[in-house]
């Protein structure tokens, strides 16, 4: 899990993982963080930069996968939590590189 401080409105969410990229995921939003609301829900992530064993040994700047969420309307919040759930390869833990909130 992880909640960021974020004090000001936000239209998008860019949830960025790499080597093993979850099943799924759920963003919340709150001014605290006892008061916190599902502004994504559980939503299954789909591979948008698929494994590609013929260019694997190809030295190179690897995009990786993608997930961009624009959600109807800004919401104004301090703090956002990122849950992931499952893994792709069924043996570690899902992993994000990064999440940008713009």
């Given amino acids: 899990m992880l909640t ?3 004090p000001r ?3 998008l969410l860019t949830p960025v993982s790499r080597s093993a990229p979850p099943l799924s995921y759920t963003v919340l939003a709150g001014s605290s963080l ?3 609301t599902t502004i994504v829900p559980s939503t299954s992530i789909e591979i948008s930069a698929p494994y590609d ?3 694997a040994n190809a030295v190179q700047i690897r995009v990786g996968n993608l997930t961009d969420v624009r959600l109807d309307q800004s ?3 301090r703090y ?3 849950t992931i759930e499952g893994s792709r390869d ?3 833990g899902g992993t994000v ?3 940008a909130v713009l």
């Fill in 90 to 92: 069924g043996e570690n």
């Fill in 4 to 6: 960021l401080p974020f």
């Fill in 97 to 99: 590189a990064e999440f």
């Fill in 53 to 55: 064993a013929s260019t």
């Fill in 75 to 77: 919401v104004q919040a």
């Fill in 9 to 11: 409105l936000f239209p």
């Fill in 80 to 82: 956002v939590n990122l």
């Fill in 34 to 36: 006892d008061n916190m």
